[in-house]
């Protein structure tokens, strides 16, 4: 993989990979110890904040550089603890570019 990574450096300035949750097989973290950067990506309605600590140590343990974490499966629109969220984000909200 370190050769192919590598070898992909050569022709690509970013290059973005895929893998299964952290916790649940070992190949993520394998691929974050290899890579510049990561992106945690923690469902809002399934991961619980347990889970989510658990993968962010994973992923210190192996020295991967955590760029930040995306938050998905949430709604601001009709979830009351991000109230605040959707007065400051307004033109960024589902709202603006929901579909007719």
Known sequence: MCDV?????????FIVMDSPPIIAVTDAAVLSALSDGVL???NGQKTT??????ASELLDKVG???LGVILNGID?????DYVDYRSYYTSYSAEAVEPD
């Open 49 to 54: 904040t347990q889970s989510a600590k658990r």
């Open 64 to 66: 991967a550089r955590t």
């Open 40 to 42: 945690l990506v923690v």
């Open 5 to 13: 990574l590598n070898e992909l450096r050569g022709s690509f300035d």
């Open 76 to 80: 601001i629109r009709h979830h009351p």
